[in-house]
């Protein structure tokens, strides 16, 4: 099985590490052919992120990950659908402020314990005016910037301020439901990815039943002792086979953010080159979409 698309990766304008084009030479390096980003509920990278794949000579796919809460919690990245398709535009724009707004409200509360210091919230703003879809990655970027914090620290960092301070806080505009998310891709002309269905592979005809075409199998998180299992159920069900990196390897920049090498290679961050992702044949079959033979 030889790996040739990268078809989960997440950029700045989301809480990715790289730029879409540092992302895009990133892949490329590593030997990828063909790349899709999908940041979290914002397609905003995708004009730099094309433009990059075409002057690197990559292939490529427009994809966002959809996060969903109820009835069943998870992740879906829907490929190649319409983002300006007026209620698609709506829902992504109150992803952004949603996220936005959570951010703010961790910040504010680790400025008011003085764990933040030295920045304002606008400071952050301007920083990274250009991202409507706002983490405790872009607030990390803007310290950095002004020499408050070292690339080394970020793990320390996000785990006092924001990991689980999250949650604390109601959020600003809800999830649409499974149902829900599915009907707008469709409706937006999508195709549906199941992501990262690592607890979720037994319910794979919960979801089938609910419209989803695909799964991931190739993950980090599936590889390598569910990932057999994912692509057996994929094979058996007639599904589109996809995956990709996530935060983890080369491409999820979170390497320099760990003290040594002994600390990266405990993490879940670590992953061999080429490991995750999909093959030429299962990267085309989305692309096109139309499913070939399923001859193992």
């Not at 809480?15 to 390096?29: F, Q």
């Not at 002309?189 to 799964?215: E, N, R, S, T, V």
């Not at 992953?271 to 139309?290: C, D, H, N, Q, V």
Request: charged letters at 30%; a negative charge; glycine letters at 6%.
């Amino acid at each position: 099985m030889k790996i040739y698309a990268n078809l989960h990766l997440h950029t700045t304008h989301s809480d990715g590490v790289y730029s879409p084009e540092e992302l895009v030479k990133v892949a490329k390096n590593e030997g990828y052919k063909a790349l899709a980003i999908s940041d979290h509920d914002t397609g905003t990278a995708f004009p730099e992120f094309r433009e990059a794949c075409i002057k690197e000579g990559m292939d490529y796919l427009f994809a966002v990950e959809f996060s969903v809460k109820r009835p069943k919690p998870c992740h879906l990245v829907a490929f190649d659908f319409d983002p300006e398709y007026p209620s698609m535009k709506k829902y992504l724009s109150d992803m952004g402020k949603r996220q936005t707004d959570n951010t703010k409200k961790c910040f504010d509360e680790a400025v008011e314990k003085g764990n933040i210091k030295g920045i304002t919230w606008d400071e952050v703003l301007e920083y990274n005016k250009d991202i409507s879809w706002l983490c405790n990655n872009h607030v990390f970027r803007a310290m950095k910037a002004k020499d408050l914090m070292k690339e080394n620290e970020y793990m320390e960092w996000f785990g006092l301020n924001f990991r689980n301070q999250r949650a604390k806080f109601p959020p600003l505009i809800d999830f649409k439901t499974l149902p829900e998310v599915i009907k707008l891709i469709k409706e937006a002309g999508g195709l549906i990815i199941l992501a990262h269905p690592c607890d979720l592979l037994d319910d794979i005809d919960y979801f089938l039943g609910q419209g989803i075409d695909g799964i991931e199998v190739w993950h980090p998180s599936l590889i390598p002792d569910k990932a057999e299992k994912a692509y057996k159920i994929a094979i058996e069900k007639n599904l589109y086979i996809s995956g990709g990196s996530d935060h983890s390897g080369l491409c999820g920049g979170c390497y320099s953010s760990y003290p040594s090498e002994e600390k990266l290679k405990q993490s879940y961050h670590y992953i061999k080159p080429l490991s995750a992702g999909t093959t030429e044949k299962y990267f085309k079959e989305i692309k096109e979409r139309k499913i070939g033979s399923r001859r193992v």
